[in-house]
């Protein structure tokens, strides 16, 4: 198979879709490796790194895309970029939290197809694909160490000549894979962690990494297909938020992570709580993006409520590319495998369980599932 690579586009944008060691597995079963020049550097890998993995590394975008079947990206295409590449290529990428529909027209045009790698089922056999795990681990672990920098507080207890330090507190609302990481990040660091979801299973998951459980009984039925939340009702979103009324004062830095897929994020924290954390207390908002957990939240932006300092980064993943990287390489790795014939050839088969939720044409429809 014919695999390019190209520099990501996206501002900000420092990870790479397949790192050396991985283009060398690749090459090593018989794969050709085109990458356009630098296009790892910002994620700490040289030129001659792809090179000495068997990759030919090709001055412009075109030259690199020429005669490729594959496309291997980190980041949502434009639907220019879509309009250059050759036709009856696959792409490989994330699509973001805007729905896939703008790109349909290029798609059909261009008879192109698009894997969408944020539709990967949650299902063990696709676990090794799966890159909103791998995006979200690095992401927790940011999360956690950007709250750190911006708090005035040290997070473990000291006891020095100079006097005690308590160590700090920090509440993790929503302890999916990135909050999980962020409670296990907040430990190592020495502060009090407790967490909170709605989703019965997460309990055990909060306790056996030493934080305590804290909010609003969990209902058995709160979990949906695939192991995501449902939305919660209106009614149940109020009790939550009055039952974590009672905890957050007590926090000086909050994680919040909460998500359900294809819709806004939920609120956990309005206004009124907001108000009830002291000055110079944090909080790091990862639903930025799709509306945020808390009220206030500015997508990117740091904003300050009431002394409250509030983040709300977007793509954090791409703030450590390296690992981040290397990660995301492994899942579009295992996908090519998957996606091989025994001869080593690409074959899109729609009738695939892993390939049919995954693929994007210019054939779906509007309306079809966001990303
Ligand atoms: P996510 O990013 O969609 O959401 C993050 C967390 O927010 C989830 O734990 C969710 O339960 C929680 N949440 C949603 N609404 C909430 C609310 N109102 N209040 C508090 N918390 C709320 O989820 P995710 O981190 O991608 O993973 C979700 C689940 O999928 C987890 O159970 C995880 O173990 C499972 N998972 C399975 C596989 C697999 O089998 N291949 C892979 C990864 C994750």
Request: proline share 5%; net charge neutral; with cysteine.
């Amino acid at each position: 198979m014919r695999i390019a690579v190209l520099r990501e586009t996206a501002p900000g944008e420092a990870r790479v879709a397949l790192v050396p060691d991985v283009v060398q597995r690749l090459t090593k079963s018989g794969n050709q490796i085109s990458v356009e020049q630098e296009a790892g550097l910002a994620a700490g890998f040289t030129d001659a790194d792809y090179e000495k993995a068997g990759a030919r590394v090709l001055r412009s975008r075109a030259e690199t895309l020429t005669g490729a079947e594959l496309w291997a990206r980190v980041r949502r295409p434009t639907a220019a970029e879509l309009h250059e590449a050759p036709e009856g290529l696959t792409v490989v990428t994330m699509l973001g939290v805007e729905p896939a529909e703008a790109l349909l027209p290029a798609l059909a045009a261009r008879r192109l197809a698009l894997l969408c790698l944020e539709r990967m089922p949650r299902i063990t056999r696709a676990q090794t694909m799966d890159v909103l795990s791998s995006q979200a681990t690095v992401a927790g672990y940011k999360a956690v160490l950007l709250g750190a920098a911006e708090l005035g507080k040290l997070l473990p207890m000291l006891t020095t000549a100079a006097g005690t330090l308590a160590p700090a507190k920090v509440l993790v609302l929503g302890a999916g894979v990135a909050g999980l990481q962020a409670i296990a990040t907040a430990r190592r660091l020495g502060a009090v962690v407790a967490g909170f979801d709605v989703r019965p299973a997460a309990r055990e998951q909060v306790l056996s990494l030493g934080a305590t459980f804290v909010g609003p009984e969990v209902s058995a039925d709160a979990e949906a297909a695939g192991g995501y939340a449902r939305a919660q009702t209106s009614d149940e979103e109020a009790r939550t938020r009055e039952a974590l009324a009672a905890a957050i004062p007590q926090h000086d830095l909050l994680i919040c992570t909460a998500q359900v897929p294809g819709k806004r994020a939920p609120l956990l924290v309005d206004r009124r709580a907001l108000g009830t954390l002291r000055p110079g207390s944090v909080v790091v908002d990862l639903a930025a993006e799709t509306g945020g957990n808390v009220e206030g939240t500015r997508a990117g932006e740091r904003v300050v409520i009431g002394g409250v300092v509030i983040l709300g980064p977007v793509q954090l993943a791409a703030t450590v590319p390296l690992h981040a990287s290397q990660m995301y390489a492994r899942n579009v790795l295992a996908l090519i495998q998957h996606l091989s014939t025994k001869e080593g050839a690409l074959k899109i088969d729609p009738a695939d369980e892993i390939t049919r939720a995954i693929l994007v044409t210019g054939e779906e429809r509007a309306g079809g599932s966001g990303p």
